[in-house]
């Protein structure tokens, strides 16, 4: 779903180097959520954002954060990159209801040498 | 603890097969239930949703509430069904976010 894009596609890094990973929408939902994705483990929730004043941590927030500068804008940052971070990582969106379908970005691959 | 599982990560069928695609869950209460599935280099979409009880691509998946289980089923695989399907409770608490399981690879093969 072209509506939900995501900055860079592709990204290769040093370790304890900062990152910043970008996620944009125009369907206009409140709802906003980044995950990773490992094989074996699928995919893992690292932090939620419900509105703009709302941000949750997920399941492996650890070595992350996130800034939820408008409704449409949603990044995902690593301060200090570590190889273990190496993943491929999803930004997705949902409507207010609850369980609403999510709509999912194209995906950044990060590689942490 | 809330928790989905996947029992299978590769599964390989024939054309014309039947699938099934097994996902199980841990949860007192009833949650809402989702496919998601990832074609080859393309975004991960919704699939199926329990709630609507709509039939995608021929795929179909039942609440089993004694099991809890919603297996994803289809009677004949077609080999553009190959790709990785998630299995995606979605708890009640905590804002109703999904939780998605490990994972099945599907491979159709001729």
């Known amino acids: 779903d072209a509506d939900v894009t995501q900055t860079p596609r592709n990204r290769i890094t040093k370790t304890g180097k900062r990152i910043m990973l970008e996620c944009s929408q125009t369907k206009g939902h409140d709802r906003m959520y980044w995950y990773r994705q490992d094989p074996g483990l699928g995919l893992r929730l690292i932090y939620y954002s419900f509105d703009v004043k709302d941000i949750n941590k997920g399941e492996i927030s650890d070595g992350y954060s996130v800034s939820r500068q408008a409704q449409a804008k949603f990044s995902l940052s690593l301060e200090s990159a570590i190889p273990n971070q190496t993943a491929l990582y999803f930004c997705?969106?949902?409507?207010?209801?609850?369980?609403?379908?999510?709509?999912f970005g194209p995906g950044t691959r990060l590689t942490v040498l | 603890a809330q928790r989905v599982t996947q029992p299978e990560k590769l599964l390989s069928v024939f054309k014309g097969a039947p699938v099934e695609l097994k996902c199980n869950y841990s949860?007192?209460?009833?949650?809402?239930l989702f496919w998601y599935v990832q074609y080859s280099r393309q975004r991960l979409q919704l699939l199926l949703r329990?709630?609507s009880r709509e039939s995608i691509k021929g795929f179909t998946a039942d609440l089993n509430k004694g099991e809890t289980s919603f297996h994803l089923k289809k009677p004949f695989a077609q080999e553009e069904d190959s790709a990785m399907y998630y299995c995606a409770p979605a708890f009640t608490g905590g804002g109703n976010k999904l939780t998605f399981g490990t994972g099945t690879q599907l491979k159709v093969e001729l």
């Open positions: 949860y007192s209460g009833s949650p809402e």
């Open positions: 997705a969106t949902s409507q207010r209801e609850s369980a609403d379908t999510q709509y």
């Open positions: 329990h709630i």
